[in-house]
């Protein structure tokens, strides 16, 4: 299956468009995780994270599609992060849990193709189902991810419209009597138009944030066969009624992913009482559950 059919697969098997971020951060990890790490060693977070975003896959793998493991996060901890992140990959795939790598990747076209071997299909060293891309470098650097998608049944989401504040800067822009932002959407319509499932989407799936609802509503027009990454959901701002307009009826054609408000609940006010440290994977599935509920899409 295509990774466009398998997300939709996954979808309809959970029920559920939370796609939960795998963003582990030193200072916000739970007390009992934090307190394993005595000599502050790369090696110590790294093993540290690792039992984390395994401990936060055992308490979602049935609730949600997909996870989004942020690269820069495991990054940080050099080599041993690194490490952390295959083993964290490995082990979502092992719960039949899809992977979509936020590395934002991208480079010439021959530079692409090495990331797309990379990171894209279980038959890679990286093993992810989809990784995140931005179109700076324009058309020849996205199709040696396309060809890449093709040949291993991969999916890409490139960067359409972000959710920070001051991406409109360059995707806002006006040129040729469109924003640079619609500009992209459209060449992701063509190349994946030629390559849709059953259900009418392709590998090339895009990124539009929570935080832009009206610019989200008009990015799904302009691309019906692309899967939408919506980002900026939670901590960012974003709530259930400014997502909406990034699904197609019955619900398909949109994940929306939550990082800090799902994998560090066990700090949020509404949570911290009843589950608090000591339970921190119950506040996680108790905040993917409620995430779940108010983005309830799936027919
Ligand atoms: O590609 C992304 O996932 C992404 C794009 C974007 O426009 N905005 C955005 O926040 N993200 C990522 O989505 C996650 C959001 O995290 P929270 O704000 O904690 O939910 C982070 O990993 C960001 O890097």
């Not at 299909?121 to 931005?134: F, K, N, R």
């Not at 019906?224 to 307009?245: C, M, N, R």
């Not at 066990?266 to 589950?275: D, G, I, K, L, S």
Request: charged residues 20%.
């Amino acid at each position: 299956m295509t990774f466009a059919s398998r997300l939709a697969a996954a979808v309809r098997r959970t029920r559920s468009v939370t796609c939960v971020g795998l963003d582990p951060r030193k200072a916000n990890l739970p007390a009992g995780l934090r307190e394993t790490v005595q000599g502050d060693r790369p090696e110590e977070w790294a093993a540290a994270y690792t039992q984390f975003c395994c401990e936060i896959l055992d308490a979602v793998a049935d609730l949600v599609p997909c996870v989004k493991p942020q690269a820069a996060f495991f990054e940080q901890l050099g080599p041993a992060g690194m490490i952390s992140l295959g083993e964290v990959i490995a082990y979502a795939r092992k719960k039949d849990v899809l992977v979509i790598l936020d590395g934002k990747r991208n480079d010439i076209g021959s530079t692409a193709t090495a990331y797309a071997d990379a990171y894209l299909g279980g038959e890679s060293p990286w093993g992810s189902d989809a990784l995140t891309v931005s179109p700076y470098l324009g058309r020849d650097s996205i199709e040696p991810f396309v060809e890449v998608c093709d040949a291993r049944r991969a999916g890409i989401f490139v960067l359409v419209k972000t959710s920070n504040p001051g991406g409109g800067l360059l995707q806002n822009r006006q040129t040729d009597g469109q924003t640079v932002y619609a500009r992209v959407a459209e060449l992701l319509t063509e190349l994946n138009a030629p390559r849709t499932d059953s259900d009418g989407y392709g590998p090339l799936g895009a990124v539009v944030g929570a935080t832009y609802p009206q610019e989200l509503a008009e990015m799904r027009s302009a691309m019906p066969h692309s899967w939408i990454l919506i980002p900026g959901f939670g901590a960012q701002g974003g709530a259930a009624e400014d997502v909406k307009a990034g699904f197609h009826p019955g619900g398909l054609g949109a994940v929306v992913n939550s990082s800090r408000h799902i994998i560090f609940a066990h700090a949020r006010p509404e949570f911290a009482e009843t589950y608090g440290d000591a339970r921190w994977q119950d506040a996680v599935r108790a905040a993917t559950e409620q995430m779940n509920q108010q983005l309830n899409v799936v027919d």
